[in-house]
């Protein structure tokens, strides 16, 4: 029995913003140990403008892959109506959209106002249909901006409360790590008391170290959803001073070592950062669970 679910995002987020490019093959062997080792839900890729990201050109290829593998959710983000149309005729499970809550930030990253994106998004929604895949609004630098700093918490809960309108599903994402834990229960928390249980997951960095400390303090807010990255990979690359998601091998040890349950193998998620690893050799790797190795003695949550 999972109790906290964890969905790796090192396909789109990480690759996203890594110097090298992962060879489409490489990318299709790390999602298939990704899902042996348990991560049952992955964001494989996103569908933007080949030109703008190479790194992701090769996303439809990656979601057909992803959809034979038994049992894993398959994520996909867009950045607007076409690219949710490349994403539903891929046949992704769930779309995410980013939506900035910085105005700054929206238009360097999608160029769009954030109000713009709202009715962006809700147009996909409405061409989705009955059997359409699941959506997500995710409320970016939605604890502060590296272009314009204060992000207002009210504009947050604004965004996330017109989000809710229509999607399936609410996120609220630190896309530059500038979040702190007191900020994140008192955000979670404000967020929760206007759209309840639509609020589903986070999305942290970890550029300035609080990654772990601020997925506990949500998860003390209730959160039961949470994207994290192998070896620490990320970052937006219209976001300057981005760097990577918090470290899906340590946010697995925190919840196992705490007692709850993720689902997720050790053993086998060292194997798939080996062939990350491989495929994007000169990237940085983060993680302080794959230096020290488990604890002795150290049992998984039943
Ligand atoms: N997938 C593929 N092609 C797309 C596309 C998509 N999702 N959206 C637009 N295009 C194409 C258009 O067809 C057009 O092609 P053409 O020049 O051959 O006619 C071209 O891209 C420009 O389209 P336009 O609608 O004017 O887009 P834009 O240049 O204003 O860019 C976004 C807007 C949203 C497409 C772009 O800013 C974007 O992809 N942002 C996301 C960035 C990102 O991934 N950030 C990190 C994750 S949060
Ligand atoms: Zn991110």
């Known amino acids: 029995m999972r109790q906290v679910q964890i969905c790796e995002v090192g396909p789109r987020d990480g690759l996203q ?5 992962m060879p489409t093959e490489t990318k299709k062997a790390w999602i298939s140990a990704l899902a042996a080792a348990g991560l049952n839900e992955i964001e494989v890729g996103s569908f933007v403008p080949p030109k703008l990201i190479p790194a992701m050109a090769d996303t439809g290829e990656i979601v057909k892959h992803a959809l034979a593998i038994p049992g894993l959710k398959v994520v996909a983000l867009a950045p607007n109506v076409k690219g949710f149309e490349r994403a539903r005729e891929a046949g992704a499970h769930k779309i995410t959209f980013p ?58 809960v604004r ?98 070592s705490m007692g709850v349950s993720t689902g997720i193998d050790f053993d086998k998620l060292l194997a798939a950062r080996k062939i990350m690893h491989g495929g994007v050799p000169d990237e940085p790797l983060y993680g302080h669970m794959a230096l020290a190795g488990l604890p002795k003695g150290f049992r998984a949550a039943a």
């Open 17 to 21: 913003n890594a110097k090298q490019l």
């Open 99 to 156: 939506v900035s809550a910085s105005h700054q930030h929206s238009v360097s990253n999608v160029r769009m106002t954030p109000d713009q994106m709202v009715e962006e998004v809700r147009k996909a929604a409405q061409m989705r249909g009955a059997q359409g895949p699941e959506i997500e609004g995710a409320v970016s630098t939605a604890f502060g901006c590296t272009m314009q700093g204060n992000v207002p918490e009210d504009e947050v």
């Open 159 to 256: 965004i996330a409360v017109k989000l809710a309108e229509f999607c399936d599903c609410v996120a609220l994402a630190d896309t530059v790590g500038y979040a702190n834990p007191v900020q994140v229960k008192r955000v979670f928390r404000r967020v929760k008391q206007e759209i309840g249980d639509k609020l589903e997951g986070a999305h942290f960095h970890n550029t300035r170290g609080l990654g772990l400390a601020n997925a506990l303090a949500a998860w003390e807010e209730g959160v039961r959803s949470f994207d994290s990255s192998m070896g620490g990979l990320g970052g937006c690359p219209f976001a300057p001073g981005a760097s990577g998601n918090v470290i899906t091998e340590d946010l697995v040890f925190m919840f196992e």
